[in-house]
């Protein structure tokens, strides 16, 4: 009996192995592998032929067709007698929405860390749209004493303020603390926002209805924080970029939530990809990707201002607050950016973390 199984289980594990290595032997040329998935050379060539040209459709959609289909800002809105904060508006998005906002006859405040730029993009902006009410502001978001020198500059020379465009953004702070002992990339692109709002907050209620942008990313999708971390554990450029815009939407959906009613509100949006300078201190790589999509999704500055423009100053954006735009229409926002307990705690650690508390945490009666 004994004899039996055992010679029974020698036949399985023999035979088994000749099984496997039949499989091997016949898995190891690509034309047994798709034979045994019934592949011949006519199903080869199709299925060739479908990838390719799926991928051919897909470029073309995106880079030669998609333009046709995308939002434009139609409304013929006049900014004159409005004042306009623009933060990075010496380059890219920051420049063209500057531009879009002095033509419309605003006051329009240039926030640029570095100084030549800064006139450079005035004068060109004042050549371009014959306003010549644009002037140019120190403000360097890595900085928070900075941010404040800026903030103060602006309440006692302004006396309102309907638009802030927090739009300056950085890649590649590889890990380095700021002076206020933040990690520099997110505090470039969100603590450092977070504090001007909150110190221009009172100029924008006098000034209501007025408006919060900010320029956040898709990539905010990709996102994940953990406010107990945020600051203390230095991870990978495209990790830290990725989540600081998603505090971008965050920040959003928050103040939406705390200012309810109050006559301001604070949307994010995603400009679409278009090859800046955003990606200049990125790795290789990263670098190479950025612009193989911006070349594949291919749009003009021009095009990628349309949503910030439309947030700006069309009618029906009046009203709507905690959103997350792109092409001009509000998107669907995934878990990771509507989450209220993480809203609410990254709130609570900004304020930590720049050393400025608002009055409230629930409404905006004490303004
Ligand atoms: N381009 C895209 O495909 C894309 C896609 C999604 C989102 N975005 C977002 O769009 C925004 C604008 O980016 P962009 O593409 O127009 O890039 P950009 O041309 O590099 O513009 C970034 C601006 O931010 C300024 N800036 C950087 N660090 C600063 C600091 N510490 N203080 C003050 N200003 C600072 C830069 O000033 P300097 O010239 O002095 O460096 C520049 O004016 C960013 O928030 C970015 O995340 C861009």
């Not at 809105?77 to 033509?103: D, E």
């Not at 200049?280 to 291919?298: E, G, H, L």
Request: charged share 20%; net charge positive; glycine share 6%.
């Amino acid at each position: 009996m004994h004899f039996k199984s055992q010679r029974k289980s020698y036949k399985r594990r023999r035979d088994k192995q000749h099984r496997t290595s039949e499989y091997s032997q016949f898995m190891n040329t690509p034309k047994a592998f798709a034979s045994s998935l019934s592949l011949t050379n006519e199903n080869m060539m199709m299925c060739f032929l479908f990838v390719t040209t799926l991928l051919v459709s897909t470029v073309l959609w995106f880079r030669y067709i998609h333009k046709y289909f995308k939002n434009k800002c139609t409304c013929a809105v006049s900014l004159l007698g409005k004042v306009v904060i623009i933060t990075g508006a010496n380059s890219g998005i920051g420049y063209h929405a500057a531009l879009q906002m002095a033509a419309r006859g605003g006051r329009v405040i240039l926030a640029c860390r570095n100084e030549a730029k800064g006139l450079a993009a005035r004068d060109r902006i004042i050549s371009t749209t014959g306003n010549s009410n644009v002037v140019y502001k120190h403000l360097d978001l890595s900085s928070l004493d900075s941010v404040r020198r800026f903030a103060n500059d602006v309440i006692t020379t302004e006396d309102r303020l309907d638009v802030l465009i927090n739009n300056a953004g950085m890649y590649g702070s590889s890990g380095k603390y700021t002076e206020d002992g933040i990690l520099e990339g997110f505090q470039v692109n969100h603590f450092g926002h977070f504090l001007l709002t909150l110190l221009l907050l009172e100029l924008l209620m006098k000034s209501r209805p007025s408006r919060i942008i900010n320029v956040s990313s898709i990539l905010h999708y990709y996102g994940s924080i953990r406010t107990d971390d945020i600051n203390k554990i230095v991870r990978n450029d495209l990790f830290t970029y990725i989540n600081s815009k998603l505090c971008n939407v965050l920040f959003s959906v928050e103040f939406a939530r705390r200012f309810r009613g109050s006559g301001v509100v604070c949307n994010a949006l995603h400009p679409g990809m278009i090859d800046t300078e955003i990606s200049a201190q990125a790795n290789f790589f990263v670098k190479w990707v950025f612009k193989a999509s911006c070349w594949v999704c291919y749009r003009t500055l021009g095009e990628g201002v349309q949503t910030v423009v439309h947030l700006a100053v069309s009618k029906e954006c009046e009203n709507i607050s905690g959103k997350f735009y792109m092409d001009c229409i509000p998107r669907y926002l995934l878990p990771n950016a509507r989450n209220p307990l993480v809203a609410s705690s990254l709130w609570d650690l900004s304020e930590e973390l720049v050393g400025y508390k608002t009055h409230t945490k629930s409404g905006f009666k004490d303004y």
